[in-house]
């Protein structure tokens, strides 16, 4: 497997100095899009930093209709990036909807939507498919195997602490381990963040983005009902905290049915759909974040932000929620315990201005370096040698 850090050069292959812009290439990042904006908040930071290493690159997007939820295509359409819609074709037009769509690329970055690459054969043009895998849901990395092997390359994006699964020890050749990707030298110190977002800079406050409910509705108006109701409870003793829901383009849609209409409730701010940026604004700038899943989490990590982790119903964040707990880096409740009280009890914890910084402090040094520029080494190595050669 190629270690962390490992960026070619010493055996006669072209290493990141070699990779010299030799014309335009049609780049054209697809995500998941049938959950949050996870997937999309990491393949934009991937976009940006590959139009800072080579200008030359025509960056765009293409969202698969199936399943698609749509507060992914503003994600995508807030960041400037153009962007097209892949239908979900039938027999007799497959090829020629799927050459209308994709028959310009040159590169496709995918991340977690492989089922995909099955499309690779009929796009003549394509020289290049770099493939980010996403942890088991339950045996589909496994089964999706024979797809996997149809790709150039595998990026895999998590912290030492979640090691590459065995099911992708038959891909090892292809596989480079970046760690986490995110924007370490975008995220603002919690002053600057806040003088971004017009936000009092002596009060204390929560975040969390429902984001329509990603994980359930079970489960996100548990949380929702949790994380309201909390604040509420310990607002008695810290009148001055205020709680900021951000990614709510549709209040009425989550609505929890025992709390007043949450627009009315005093010390809590609506915020509707927002770019990527912005969402790690208001991380940086929170004192506490409360969070499901993968991205966040490492926001998080690197703003220094203590978080209250619900970990969503999947492998992934599960794990993560059991390193996260048996780390002392955070606060972690399964969606079992979520109630008004403890969410009151985990949120007094997180905001302890001793305990709960040290707290970040530690998921900090879990979630490591940014493993972006490594990724980004990566995708321009290949583009040198399969596209530009």
Known sequence: MPEAGATGG???EPGPADCRPRGPVNLVFIPSVSGGLGHVGRTLKLARALERADPTLRISYVLDEL???PFNVEAVTLAGYPCRILPNPVRHERDATVR?????ADVVVEDTNRRLLAHRRILPRLKAWISIPMLPLWDELHLDLP???HADHLLYA???????PSELDPLRHMLTVTGPIFDADQ???????RRRLGLDPAVRFVTYAPRGFPFGEWFGRRVLGGVVGGVRRLRGAMPELRLVLTALPDVAAVQPPRLPP???IDGVQIVGTVSPETARDYVAAADAVVLEGTTTLFDAAIAATPVVMVPGPIYETALEGTWVDDNDA??????????????ERALAAALDPIVGRARAERLRTLVGTDGRDLAVETILRIIDLQVRA
Do not use: F, K, N, Q
């Not at 972690?332 to 315990?337: A, D, F, I, S």
């Open 10 to 12: 010493d055996d006669g």
């Open 67 to 69: 399943a698609l939820r």
């Open 100 to 104: 209308a769509v994709l028959g310009d």
């Open 147 to 149: 797809l996997l092997e």
């Open 158 to 164: 998590y912290p030492a602490a979640m090691p590459p």
């Open 187 to 193: 995220m603002p110190d919690r002053a600057e963040a």
């Open 262 to 264: 949450l627009p009315t």
């Open 330 to 343: 955070g606060i972690v409740l399964r969606p079992e315990e979520v109630t008004p009280r403890t969410m």
